[in-house]
């Protein structure tokens, strides 16, 4: 039976721009745990794909730095 991947949007789109937990962490100076409960499930006392939203001003500055595009709507989940 294959293994299932969990992918709970739209944070698990957003941490692979930008090549990972670490890296975004890194990038956001946060710790790499704090990401990377973005993208857990609320079982595993996670945010469920959900990023917090005081974290949204960053994330889209840091993305632009790098010549990236992330929008509200990306963090939202809206596309």
């Not at 969990?6 to 090549?19: M, Q």
């Not at 959900?50 to 992330?70: C, D, E, L, R």
Request: aromatic content about 6%.
């Amino acid at each position: 039976m294959p293994r299932q991947v969990n992918t709970l949007e739209p944070a698990s789109s957003i941490v692979s721009v930008f090549g990972g937990c670490r890296a975004l962490a890194s990038a956001l100076k946060l710790c790499p745990s704090t990401v990377s409960r973005w993208s857990t499930s609320y079982d595993k006392r996670g945010t469920h794909g959900k990023i917090p939203q005081k974290y949204w001003t960053s994330i889209i500055q840091t993305a632009q730095n790098q010549g990236k595009t992330i929008t509200p709507a990306d963090l939202a989940g809206l596309k």
